[in-house]
């Protein structure tokens, strides 16, 4: 199960926890949650985070149930560890498609 504490404009998602399945917490260390703060808000903070989380459940190349942070996020800082080691001025495909 996740929590959402609201704070405000700011909102923290705890992504993980205990799982009922399990009955225990799947973790080794103590849960971190990510801070939401929303740029311009036409939803709920709820379905904001309902959003958010749905996308940590996303990354299907993956057996962890319960990622850390969003696959869209996830796969823009995998893609930057690659790209760092492209010489400058080398033509890059930029479409997606090419990195998964």
Known sequence: ????????????????????????????RVPRPLIIRPHRQDSTNRDIAAETL????????????????PITLQAARRLGRILK????????????RHFI
Not at 54 to 69: E, P
């Open 85 to 96: 080691h492209i010489p400058q001025g080398f033509d890059v495909q930029s479409d997606y």
């Open 54 to 69: 749905a996308l940590t459940k996303m990354n299907w190349n993956s057996t962890q149930f319960d990622g850390a942070s």
């Open 1 to 28: 199960m996740s929590s959402l504490v609201d704070i405000g404009r700011e909102n923290m998602l705890y992504k993980r926890g205990s799982v009922p399945f399990f009955k225990t917490y799947p973790g080794m």
